[in-house]
């Protein structure tokens, strides 16, 4: 098959992304193995005001095992991602291919592969207990907390 | 269950209330907060239980305030209050079992305050493949039904069938079967054709919560009518040696070819269209070389 023909092939939605859970104790190759096999998927970019039902909502509630929303360790609150455990791989794939970009009270939400739920992961990471990139942004976001952890000191 | 519960803006002005707005203690009053309820953060509750246990943390806090407002002492408030909060834990309805093999029970989704997030059986949804066999020209029945307890409400099922004798939990080889309604379906008389895995999908306002499969074999021997075909072919056999001399070869023309019903298969009109334009090209290559032997006269 030609290249420009396998362009017609390609499912832009399915290739993984740069993406990587940089806590994932083991190798790359294995960590891509489990992405492509994965039913999990890593909702990010959301309102600090999304809930599980609205993203239930989203979801036309169907497809869905289980709803994990990521919360801030100390607060306890959602601070913007979630994971999305779907029954299987090709419901995963109908939710990457129509979801994506979608808008979700007022934030283009982004989808990613994930290996699966863990324990202990829907918390931030970041120093203040939300995430990482809420940690340094220095503009104004009502839907994410404000002002970033850095310019808040 | 307290950082579940209840927001920080809400513990942070509770504690406000009992030491003051800046005071020194304001730490440690939150610390105290957490320390209190620590016994129930490996709680687990039934998901449906949440509000009533939300609706319990509210009154608490308000419980708080008021108690703050009356100069009370958070190192008594506190303990009182998680203990009573316990009583109220131990009194709500458990998180049912879950039954297996498969299905999404949601009377079995838990909710775990250690993590605050909620999570349902580790089941599949996809049931194992139950085999029917019937004979031929019997009547096979599948019951679509789970052994767990399904909702009172807004139950539909929708049955599909993977023809050919596939035996597979593949949703892409099956084909709707509109005419199958309900819990219930059967096929009589059996036949042959009909051999291969009917799927029943329950769904609850288009939630799915089990796929079950039934994969049917039909066995018996073959119809009467097949057997004297059979015997028919084997005396034509017999019979054809022996009178193939007396058969004339058939030379249809043209027309008769044409007039067939099958005559306009595709590969027939394509070979039509070539000698169409073959014939079209000669005549344009005739008329040129004419015109050339023509002009070179002049």
Same mark, same amino acid.
């Given at each position: 098959?030609?290249?420009?023909?396998?362009?017609l092939c390609?499912?832009?939605?399915?290739?993984?992304?740069?993406?990587?859970?940089h806590?994932?104790?083991g190798?790359?190759?294995?960590?891509?193995?489990?992405?492509?096999?994965?039913?999990?998927?890593?909702?990010?970019?959301?309102?600090?005001?999304?809930?599980?039902?609205?993203?239930?909502?989203?979801?036309?509630?169907?497809?869905?095992?289980?709803?994990?929303?990521?919360l801030d360790?100390?607060?306890?609150?959602?601070?913007?991602f979630?994971?999305?455990?779907?029954?299987n791989?090709?419901?995963?794939?109908?939710?990457?291919r129509?979801?994506?970009?979608?808008?979700?009270?007022?934030?283009?939400?982004?989808?990613?592969?994930?290996?699966?739920?863990?324990?202990g992961?829907?918390?931030?990471?970041?120093?203040?207990?939300?995430?990482?990139?809420?940690?340094?942004?220095?503009?104004?976001?009502?839907?994410?907390?404000?002002?970033g952890?850095?310019?808040?000191? | 269950?307290?950082?579940?519960f209840?927001?920080?803006?809400e @513990?942070?002005r509770i504690?406000? &209330?009992?030491?003051g &707005?800046?005071?020194?203690?304001?730490?440690?009053?939150?610390?105290?907060?957490?320390?209190?309820?620590?016994?129930?953060?490996?709680?687990?509750?039934?998901?449906?239980?949440?509000?009533?246990?939300?609706?319990?943390?509210?009154?608490?806090?308000?419980?708080?305030?008021?108690?703050?407002?009356?100069?009370?002492?958070?190192?008594?408030?506190?303990?009182?209050?998680?203990?009573k &909060?316990?009583?109220v834990?131990t009194q709500?309805?458990?998180a049912?079992?879950c039954?297996?093999?498969?299905?999404?029970?949601?009377f079995?989704?838990?909710?775990?305050?250690?993590?605050?997030?909620?999570r349902?059986?580790?089941?599949?949804?996809?049931?194992p493949?139950?085999?029917?066999?019937?004979?031929?020209?019997?009547?096979?029945?599948?019951?679509?039904?789970?052994?767990?307890?399904?909702?009172k409400?807004e139950?539909?099922?929708?049955?599909?069938?993977?023809?050919?004798g596939?035996?597979?939990q593949?949703?892409s080889?099956?084909?709707?079967m509109?005419?199958?309604?309900g819990?219930?379906?059967?096929?009589?008389?059996?036949?042959?054709?009909? @051999?291969?895995?009917?799927s029943?999908?329950?769904?609850?306002?288009?939630?799915?919560?089990?796929?079950?499969?039934?994969?049917?074999n039909v066995?018996?021997?073959?119809?009467?009518?097949?057997?004297?075909l059979q015997?028919?072919?084997?005396e034509?056999? @017999?019979?054809?040696?022996r009178?193939a001399?007396?058969i004339?070869?058939?030379?249809p023309?043209?027309?008769?070819?044409l007039?067939?019903?099958?005559?306009?298969?595709?590969?027939?009109?394509?070979l039509?269209a070539?000698l169409?334009?073959?014939?079209?090209?000669?005549?344009?290559v005739l008329?040129? &070389?004419?015109f050339?032997?023509?002009?070179?006269?002049?």
């Open positions: 098959m030609s290249k420009d023909l396998k362009i390609k499912d832009p939605a399915l290739e993984l992304s740069c993406y990587r859970d806590q994932f104790s190798r790359k190759f294995q960590q891509e193995k489990l992405l492509k096999e994965s039913s999990t998927l890593n909702m990010g970019n959301l309102s600090f005001y999304t809930t599980e039902e609205k993203i239930h909502e989203l979801f036309s509630r169907s497809d869905i095992r289980n709803i994990f929303m990521g360790k100390i607060k306890k609150t959602a601070c913007g979630c994971f999305v455990e779907c029954h791989r090709a419901d995963a794939e109908n939710a990457m129509f979801l994506t970009g979608t808008c979700l009270d007022e934030w283009i939400i982004c989808t990613d592969w994930d290996v699966g739920f863990r324990e992961q829907q918390y931030g990471r970041g120093k203040s207990g939300g995430q990482v990139r809420d940690e340094f942004r220095e503009d104004f976001h009502s839907g994410r907390g404000g002002f952890r850095q310019t808040q000191i | 269950c307290l950082l579940c209840t927001t920080y803006s @513990r942070l504690c406000q &209330m009992f030491v &707005m800046r005071s020194p203690k304001l730490e440690e009053c939150e610390e105290a907060f957490t320390a209190a309820f620590q016994g129930l953060s490996d709680t687990e509750i039934n998901y449906d239980e949440r509000s009533h246990l939300h609706d319990t943390f509210t009154q608490m806090t308000h419980a708080l305030q008021e108690l703050a407002a009356a100069q009370g002492s958070f190192e008594v408030a506190f303990p009182d209050a998680a203990e &909060m316990k009583k834990i709500l309805k458990e049912q079992a039954i297996p093999p498969c299905g999404l029970q949601e079995a989704r838990r909710f775990l305050c250690s993590g605050c997030y909620s349902v059986c580790d089941l599949p949804l996809d049931c493949v139950q085999d029917v066999t019937v004979t031929r020209g019997d009547q096979a029945m599948f019951s679509c039904i789970v052994n767990f307890q399904l909702p409400e139950i539909t099922y929708s049955w599909k069938f993977a023809g050919g596939l035996r597979t593949d949703l080889y099956f084909r709707d509109p005419r199958a309604e819990y219930l379906a059967r096929i009589r008389p059996a036949q042959l054709t009909h @051999r291969g895995t009917f029943c999908v329950i769904k609850q306002d288009q939630r799915p919560l089990a796929r079950l499969y039934f994969f049917l066995t018996g021997p073959p119809p009467r009518a097949e057997t004297e015997a028919s072919f084997r034509v056999l @017999r019979w054809a040696p009178d001399e007396l004339e070869p058939w030379r023309s043209l027309g008769e070819l007039a067939r019903p099958e005559a306009l298969t595709p590969s027939n009109l394509f039509l070539v169409g334009a073959l014939a079209s090209a000669s005549a344009t008329a040129w &070389m004419f050339r032997w023509y002009c070179s006269g002049n």
